[in-house]
């Protein structure tokens, strides 16, 4: 859609809060709470708790005006931005946020400072690490999943980086870990047993089967895909990751087994928080996908992933253990945003059924009893939506209104939007484009700087390229 003509407002400064922080301003719950209590009792491992249909929204009131919006102070910090990697916000002490991305393979990390201030750092991987090495393009590819801010003091910054490297001769190395340190926390590098050209020996099977963890978790082990997460105000970093299992009988006959891990340390075995079993000889290969991991209120945190065609959700405890059921909510969902409404905590996401549009769902947490609903419920962003709705963000600014962008169109490629919206996930004015016509988005984050207000940092499509891109936005709500 065009960007809106309505009269152009200037906010105040306004306090800190980002998209994956809190949002201050007091606690609001919705009339009619917008999640239903999960189940209280413990899912046994491969288990798990489907969520029922997907409700009828409630009445959506009237949708006003949209929001009177500035946009001003746009930057370009760099080009050949990786949308693979994506953008990773985190925020730090005293007001300022940091933000993970990637400029082809080389991991960067921007930060923003109060006022609105911003410098973007090279990550500069240690010499002769397993990151520092290149790969030829006539030996392989690297994929480059995810940069993480996990240290800044002063000038100097550090961050993680998650990455696959495919070799042709069907090795793989799949790591996690510090881009300047000398070994990743999670890494599997070799070639996945299942793609081996010559069988293993039985003396070579017999070694695979029988390894065993502290944790006595014995058979294969395989890391198919990790992320890392990361909270600077607790100086805490985790990472969680997808491993492929396989335990041998006593008779030959090989169960293979899909497990979510979590990571605390270089120097902690990984915990295996929850396991499906797979079907098939071989099995056919699911991961756990796109996975958010964020702290709520109570100390306990919530975790979300793409399992085959649906999202996962669970509440782990303070030690990052799974507690009470893991929740299926069905449709081919895109990575989760996860942010705070006072108190309670937002899941978004996109999902898709079929062939049909994406389109846009979210889950509330309570602050007081975090429990996860039976259903996603639909984001109302417009009374005549239909265009696809992808890459929801959610943030709740200083003033207490609730914001959702979005990239209306293509997914990666279309028009980015915000619209404002009530605690039950329904607009309350009409959307505002903050991309041109011509402007296009592939990712997006939309995060609340001390002294600058709301800042939008957006990848743009461009040419041949793709450029980072942030702009000041200042938005607000129109009395109807």
Known sequence: MKRSSAPLLVLGALALSSCSGEKPGADA??????????????????????????????????????????????????????????????????????????LGNDPHVLVIDKGGTGKLTRIVAKAGTDFAKKISPADGVRSLMRVTPVKVDGAHVEAFVDYHDDYKDKRRHVACGPA??????????????????????????????????????????ELRDCRTFSDLEKNETWIVGS???????????????????????PKVHEVHLHELDLKGAPPHLINFEVPMLHPLHDGSYVLTARYADSMLAAILGPQKTLVGSVMKYPGYPARADVA??????????????????????????????????????????????????????FLRDAKGQRWMSYIEGERGNGHLEIVPINANFQATGRPFSITEEDDRASDATIVEVEGAGLMVVFLRPKGNTVEVVTEQLSCEVVAR
């Not at 926390?185 to 069988?199: A, H, K, S």
């Not at 491993?243 to 340390?265: F, P, Y």
Request: net charge negative; glycine share 10%.
């Open 29 to 102: 719950h919705p009339a009619a709470s917008a999640s239903a209590a999960a189940p209280a009792s413990a899912a046994s491992s491969g288990s798990v708790a489907a969520a029922t249909a997907v409700p009828s929204a409630a009445a959506a009131p009237p949708i006003g005006a949209p929001p009177a919006c500035k946009i001003s102070g746009q930057k370009v910090w760099g080009t050949g931005a990786n949308k693979v990697t994506g953008l990773t916000d985190v925020d730090l002490p005293g007001g300022r946020v940091a933000i993970g991305l990637a």
């Open 180 to 221: 300047d340190g000398d070994a990743a926390w999670i890494n599997f590098d070799g070639v996945p047993l299942l793609d081996r050209t010559e069988q293993p020996t039985a003396a070579e099977r017999e070694k695979l089967f029988k390894s065993s963890d502290p944790d006595g978790d014995t058979g294969y082990h």
């Open 243 to 265: 491993e492929l299992r396989a335990i041998a009988a006593a008779d030959g006959t090989v169960s293979w087994k899909s497990s979510l891990v979590i990571d605390r340390g």
């Open 340 to 393: 705070e409404d006072g108190n309670d905590t937002i899941i978004a996401t996109s999902i898709q059924k079929g062939n049909k549009e994406v389109m846009l769902r979210a889950l509330r947490i309570s602050g007081t009893k975090p429990e996860l609903g039976k259903a996603l419920v639909p984001i109302v962003t417009d009374d005549d939506d239909k265009d696809s709705e992808s890459e929801p963000d």
